[in-house]
């Protein structure tokens, strides 16, 4: 029998490994300008992603100042690029000053400065293992369709803020952004191409592989 995770449990699973001073920095730098990048445990997990796809060409939309960048660039084969969305100049800007403190090589990072839903078109199809979305939630099942023509066959998508501050799995939360997550998440169960889960780290990460056709 399963028994409901406790608030201890969660904080200790989350703060399992420690961040080192540089991603410490990007985080610190985010809260400074007011964006909320992906927490400790998502953040592992997407590095530990990155690392089992070796690879070589992600996709982010939202830069979270670099935090989320950090976390996919250590888990990425070394010689992999991360194309990093984020219609906000600034986010971008602290994301390169992570990226510098780092020592990540230019040529690894390609930041693109624009709306994700005109930035993603313009990617090429089938050509990316891992992309990940971390931008305006009611777009987010836009991301996914963008997402489902970007990956390559085994390619994963990923979707922070699953559970939105526990109020997806509430019933009575019918705000634009709790009810857009909530679509996303039946989209992507009901998607027979998809082999999902739905991962109780951070504020959720929903997580989902995109199977050979």
């Known amino acids: 029998m399963t028994?409901?995770?406790?608030?201890?449990s969660w904080a200790y699973a989350e703060a399992y490994l420690d961040e080192d001073h540089i991603v410490g920095r990007a985080r610190q730098r985010a809260a400074e300008v007011g964006a909320v990048p992906v927490g400790p445990g998502?953040?592992?997990?997407?590095?530990?992603?990155?690392?089992?796809?070796?690879?070589?060409?992600?996709?982010?939309?939202?830069?979270?100042?670099?935090?989320?960048?950090?976390?996919?660039?250590?888990?990425?084969?070394?010689?992999?690029v991360l194309?990093?969305?984020?219609?906000?100049?600034?986010?971008?800007?602290?994301?390169?000053?992570a990226f510098s403190e780092a020592n990540v090589p230019a040529n690894r990072t390609r930041l693109i400065a624009g709306a994700a839903l005109e930035v993603l078109p313009r990617l090429t199809d089938a050509a990316y293992d891992l992309v990940f979305c971390d931008g305006d939630k009611t777009e987010y099942s836009?991301?996914?369709?963008?997402?489902?023509?970007?990956?390559?066959?085994?390619?994963?998508?990923a979707f922070d803020n699953a559970l939105w501050h526990d109020r997806v799995a509430d019933s009575a939360q019918r705000d634009p952004d709790t009810v857009a997550i909530r679509e996303l998440v039946r989209l992507v169960r009901e998607d027979d191409h998809l082999v999902p889960a739905l991962l109780p780290v951070g504020d959720g990460l929903l997580v989902a592989v995109k199977r050979a056709d």
């Not at 989320?68 to 992999?80: E, K, N």
């Not at 194309?83 to 000053?97: G, K, M, N, P």
């Open 3 to 8: 028994t409901a995770i406790t608030p201890e």
């Open 42 to 80: 998502a953040g592992a997990a997407l590095r530990m992603l990155a690392a089992a796809l070796d690879a070589r060409t992600v996709v982010e939309v939202g830069t979270g100042c670099g935090v989320s960048g950090l976390y996919l660039l250590s888990g990425m084969r070394a010689d992999g």
């Open 83 to 97: 194309t990093s969305v984020d219609i906000e100049s600034e986010h971008q800007r602290l994301a390169r000053e």
């Open 142 to 157: 836009d991301y996914l369709q963008q997402a489902l023509r970007l990956l390559r066959p085994g390619g994963v998508v």
